[in-house]
C-alpha cells in the first residue's frame, strides 16, 4: 500500500537560511508526488507537483523539489526562508488507479526565527 | 464563490449527537474528497466522489458515518452518535479532473469538537 513518511515533525530555521523539509514515499509504480503548505486556520494549497519527466520541479513562493526514485524521497527546498513561510507542509502522494485522492504525509511544521 | 466553502467553521457538539458537515465545491468540479485532519495524524482519506460514479467509501472509520452528494454538487458528511475521538477537522476538497493528476482545491475546513 501506498504510505508517505515526513520524518521531521517540527523544524525551526532562521529568516533568509535555506531549507529542506524530507519526504519518503512508499509505492509500486512511478508516483505522483505532490507538496501542500497548509497556514494557520487554512485550508491546504498546492505548492508543486511531479508526475513525470524532469525530477526537479518548481512551484509557487519559491519552492523546488526533487524527485529521487532511487532513495523514494521527494523533498522540498527553497533557498532563502521568508518569515511568512511559516506554515505547515504536507507531502502526498496519488493513491494510484482512477481514484485522485491522495494519501498525505503527517506534516511538518516549520517555524521562522527572525 | 470562487473556493470550495465549507459550513460550519466550527461546531461544539455533545456525545451521542449527530452532526453534518457541509461541503460547497467549486463550480464544474466532478470529483470531491472529504479527509479528516487530527493532531499530529496528518490528514485521513475518508470518501471519495466522482460525477455520477458509486463513491468511494473506503476511508470511513465506521458505520456512523455517511457522505452523500446531491446533484452533483454540494456534499453533506453526516457523522451518527458522535464520540469524543470524532473531534477533529474536517476537509473537503475538489477537483476538475478525475484520476491521480488533477490538483485538489481545499476548503478551510469544518472543526468539530465533540464534549
Known amino acids: 500500500a501506498q504510505s508517505v513518511t515526513q520524518p521531521d515533525i517540527h523544524i525551526t530555521v532562521s529568516e533568509g537560511a535555506s531549507l529542506e523539509l524530507r519526504c519518503n514515499y512508499s509505492?509500486?509504480?512511478?508516483?505522483?508526488l505532490f507538496w501542500y503548505v497548509q497556514s494557520p486556520g487554512q485550508g491546504l494549497q498546492l505548492l508543486l507537483k511531479?508526475?513525470?519527466?524532469?525530477?526537479l520541479v518548481q512551484g509557487i513562493k519559491g519552492f523546488e523539489a526533487e524527485f529521487k526514485r532511487s532513495q523514494s524521497s521527494f523533498n522540498l527546498r527553497k533557498p532563502s526562508v521568508h518569515w511568512s513561510d511559516a506554515a505547515e507542509y504536507f507531502c502526498?502522494?496519488?493513491?494510484?488507479?482512477?481514484?485522485?485522492?491522495?494519501?498525505f504525509g503527517k506534516g511538518t511544521k516549520l517555524s521562522v526565527k527572525p | 464563490g470562487a473556493g470550495v466553502s465549507q459550513s460550519p467553521s466550527n461546531k461544539v457538539t455533545e456525545k451521542g449527537k449527530d452532526v453534518e458537515l457541509r461541503c460547497d465545491p467549486i463550480?464544474?468540479?466532478?470529483?470531491l474528497y472529504w479527509y479528516r485532519q487530527s493532531l499530529g495524524q496528518g490528514l485521513e482519506f475518508l470518501i471519495y466522489?466522482?460525477?455520477?460514479?458509486?463513491?468511494?467509501k473506503s476511508g470511513l472509520p465506521s458505520d456512523r458515518f455517511s457522505a452523500e452528494r446531491t446533484g452533483g454538487s454540494v456534499s453533506t458528511l453526516t457523522i451518527q452518535r458522535t464520540q469524543q475521538e470524532d473531534s477533529a477537522v474536517y476537509l473537503c476538497?475538489?477537483?476538475?479532473?478525475?484520476?491521480?493528476?488533477?490538483?485538489?482545491?481545499f476548503g478551510e475546513g469544518s472543526r468539530l469538537t465533540v464534549l
Open positions: 511531479y508526475f513525470s519527466g524532469d525530477t
Open positions: 476538497a475538489s477537483s476538475l479532473a478525475s484520476g491521480p493528476t488533477g490538483e485538489l482545491f
Open positions: 463550480s464544474g468540479h466532478t470529483a
Open positions: 509505492y509500486g509504480a512511478t508516483p505522483y
Open positions: 466522489f466522482q460525477g455520477n460514479s458509486a463513491p468511494d
Open positions: 502526498a502522494v496519488g493513491a494510484g488507479g482512477s481514484q485522485g485522492n491522495l494519501i
